[in-house]
């Protein structure tokens, strides 16, 4: 299969979404039937503060709780919205941010946040004046409006429709923003709708039912039960654990001169995607081969490339005095060992 492909399916009973390139898995969404999704927005009320993290822990429906990390000012029993920004360790609450966006394909209204910005991807000047006429068109400045990038080349028409489809929703939550009980507001968009939402790359989308069967995804799904991922030059482990997950880099059976430096780069290209289909977050450990520190600055340069097109944001931290390279990344997808065990 060449090209890129969007499988729209199901696994067992939940909605879910891959994305193929040339017949290689390479994202896949597993919807959470019992978690809040990321980008649900929520009335919630505060509880109770957190001394020594400057945090407050908030009230979500369902006896649900939540932890806002900035709660500066505010009281118990306050009303106020949020928005989940990720999924929540077992026995965790709920990581949420009081700066609500309404992110759809083309558009996102920022509350709170006035002006009218245009993706910097789009660096033709024509165009970005088109964009800027089409969507002032439909603006209201009552709030801030981004065009993304997926806007260049898209029909005029369908921008609009989105912007006034978004604002028309922020305007509905706001006004549901006052009450004394928690109260879900959104539920977040599930698989389908982020892909539809995300994966905006020319591509063939199949929905036929049991199309992951047929395509051979849920066979590349069970390879991801382990922690080996094949380098070609070398292999890499890829090793969750409750506090962060471990990485760790070999050269296999290539004993060359170059062989550290040729796994090293391999592991830089592969790891974002190892990472993102087994929907891993939080601290990261790689532990690369021993290579000379002057090899160094270029597997970092080749780490931040790898890095720079991955739609889950990573910072880079840097090697650590015992030679590890340490990353920190969003818990913004539910970890794929979850979801295979309740599948």
Same mark, same amino acid.
């Given at each position: ?259 550290? &430096? ?8 592969? !790891? =974002?995607? @190892?990472?993102? +289909? *087994? $929907? #891993? ?42 030679? &590890? ?8 997808? !539910? =970890?794929? @060992?979850?979801? +295979? *065990? $309740? #599948?």
């Amino acid at each position: 299969m060449k090209g890129r492909t969007i499988v729209l399916d199901h696994v067992n009973g939940l909605e879910a979404a891959a994305y193929l390139v040339d017949g290689k898995l390479d994202d896949l969404l597993i919807d959470d039937s019992d978690a809040p999704r990321p980008g649900a927005i929520f009335r919630a009320i505060c509880d109770r503060p957190i001394k020594g993290q400057g945090g407050m822990m908030l009230r979500l429906p369902d006896g649900e709780t939540a932890f806002l990390r900035q709660g500066k000012g505010l009281s118990p029993g306050q009303a106020m919205l949020v928005q989940v920004t990720g999924y929540s360790e077992d026995g965790k609450a709920v990581p949420v941010t009081d700066r609500v966006l309404f992110k759809s394909r083309y558009a996102i209204v920022t509350p709170g946040k006035p002006g009218l910005n245009i993706s910097r991807q789009i660096e033709d000047e024509n165009t970005r004046d088109e964009l800027l006429a089409v969507a002032t068109e439909v603006h209201d400045d009552t709030f801030g409006l981004i065009l993304r990038s997926s806007c260049e080349g898209a029909d005029p028409e369908e921008i609009m429709d989105d912007i006034t489809v978004m604002q028309d929703l922020a305007h509905a939550v706001l006004a549901d923003a006052e009450g004394k009980d928690p109260e879900a507001l959104t539920e977040g968009d599930g698989p389908h709708g982020i892909a539809w939402r995300e994966w905006t790359g020319a591509s063939d989308v199949v929905t036929e039912k049991n199309a992951f069967e047929h395509l051979g995804v849920l066979d590349q799904i069970d390879a991801l039960g382990g922690a080996l991922v094949e380098l070609g030059d070398g292999t890499m482990y890829v090793e969750p654990t409750r506090a962060m997950v471990a990485v760790d880099v070999n050269t296999g059976g290539d004993t060359s001169q170059g062989a550290a &430096l040729k796994a090293n780069l391999a592991a830089c290209r592969a !790891l =974002p995607r @190892a990472l993102r +289909l *087994r $929907g #891993l977050g939080g601290q990261i450990s790689v532990d690369f081969v021993s290579m000379s520190k002057a090899h160094r600055k270029q597997v970092e340069q080749s780490l931040r490339a790898s890095f720079r097109n991955d739609p889950i944001e990573t910072s880079l931290v840097g090697w650590t005095p015992m030679g &590890l390279f340490e990353l920190q990344r969003k818990r913004e997808r !539910l =970890p794929l @060992a979850r979801t +295979l *065990r $309740g #599948l």
